[in-house]
């Protein structure tokens, strides 16, 4: 509700503080994304050549804002709530696998910068993300329980939870029982994975749930997410094409990641813009918005 129309409101002079934390919490990733870009560029001007991979900044004096704006971006991804819970349990799958990806580190490159890290301390790094992500899943159930909130589940949103359980279990499994290859291979994986959730939410957006949130234009915005979903995919293919095709090129994965977190930024952003202003109410709603039978039933499974 417009400020103005508040009784005893004082029109520009009253804020809606809810509105705003969700503007702010979803321009906090735009945010991070400049702030890892510069240190990468500042971080290139120092040296002779780029490093093969965005992760292998760790290792340089950009060491600091590569762990910390991964880490704030798995924040922000984990505490916004997707529009569908399966958008949800999406995001908080790649905010997760966020901080694996921060916290251990890819294979030490040749040329960068020599950061002192032990597996002891990567090891002990990510136990406590496992504490934090345990203390705060019971506190949500109990709280949930307790208050009689638990959302409800449709049957794709389901799917997904159990395949992010397993994949966390897998990960705790290998924690716990192979210390030496999870140190080895954890980041990798979660970096893949990682990807593969963002892609998913970008898809889920572009193709079944832009329905779900009213919007002024949302032919356009639907749009613009699928040329978004689509350029990610072939961004994926391309790289798998140049891979093959030219053994010398040693900066593929870094060009991806790049281009990837660019093309979510992108996303990201519009969807900013789109959900920038309060929902439309039914009164509002544009004409030929309305969800007909078919993606109402497409709705409810999400």
């Given at each position: 509700m417009d400020s103005a129309s508040t009784p005893g409101g004082n029109g520009a002079m009253d804020r809606d503080t809810s509105l705003d934390t969700y503007r702010y919490l979803r321009g906090g990733i735009p945010v991070m994304l400049v702030m890892?870009?510069?240190?990468?560029?500042?971080?290139?001007?120092?040296?002779?050549?780029?490093?093969?991979?965005?992760?292998?900044?760790?290792?340089?004096?950009?060491?600091?804002?590569?762990?910390?704006?991964?880490?704030?971006?798995?924040?922000?991804l984990i505490v916004y709530k997707g529009l569908k819970p399966t958008e949800d349990v999406l995001l908080?799958?790649?905010?997760?696998?966020?901080?694996?990806?921060?916290?251990?580190?890819?294979?030490r490159p040749e040329t960068?910068?020599?950061?002192?890290?032990?597996?002891?301390?990567?090891?002990?790094?990510?136990?406590?993300?496992?504490?934090?992500?345990?203390?705060?899943?019971?506190?949500?159930?109990?709280?949930?329980?307790?208050?009689?909130?638990?959302?409800?589940?449709?049957?794709?949103?389901s799917i997904v939870v159990w395949v992010q359980r397993a994949i966390l279990a897998a990960g705790l499994a290998l924690l716990i029982f192979a210390r030496d290859w999870f140190v080895s291979h954890a980041h990798g994986i979660a970096a893949v994975v990682m990807f593969l959730a963002i892609i998913a939410t970008v898809f889920l957006t572009a193709f079944m749930a832009d329905k779900a949130v009213l919007s002024a234009n949302p032919p356009l915005y639907h749009r613009i997410y699928q040329c978004i979903a689509?350029?990610?995919?072939?961004?994926?293919?391309?790289?798998?094409?140049?891979?093959?095709?030219?053994?010398?090129?040693?900066?593929?994965?870094?060009?991806?990641?790049?281009?990837?977190?660019?093309?979510?930024?992108?996303?990201?952003?519009?969807?900013?813009?789109?959900?920038?202003?309060?929902?439309l109410t039914p009164r509002d709603e544009p004409a030929g918005t309305r969800c007909t039978p078919a993606q109402e039933r497409v709705m409810s499974a999400l």
């Open positions: 890892l870009g510069a240190a990468l560029i500042i971080e290139r001007a120092r040296a002779s050549d780029w490093l093969g991979s965005i992760s292998a900044y760790y290792f340089t004096g950009a060491h600091a804002v590569f762990i910390g704006s991964i880490c704030a971006m798995g924040t922000l908080n799958l790649a905010g997760i696998l966020a901080f694996v990806v921060a916290f251990v580190p890819t294979s960068a910068v020599s950061v002192d890290v032990s597996n002891v301390n990567v090891l002990s790094n990510v136990w406590a993300l496992v504490i934090a992500l345990l203390v705060a899943r019971a506190v949500s159930w109990f709280m949930y329980r307790s208050t009689g909130t638990t959302p409800d589940l449709g049957p794709i949103a689509i350029t990610m995919v072939v961004t994926l293919i391309a790289a798998v094409v140049v891979h093959f095709a030219l053994d010398n090129f040693n900066h593929i994965v870094l060009v991806v990641e790049m281009v990837l977190i660019i093309e979510f930024g992108v996303y990201w952003a519009v969807q900013t813009v789109e959900k920038w202003s309060p929902t």
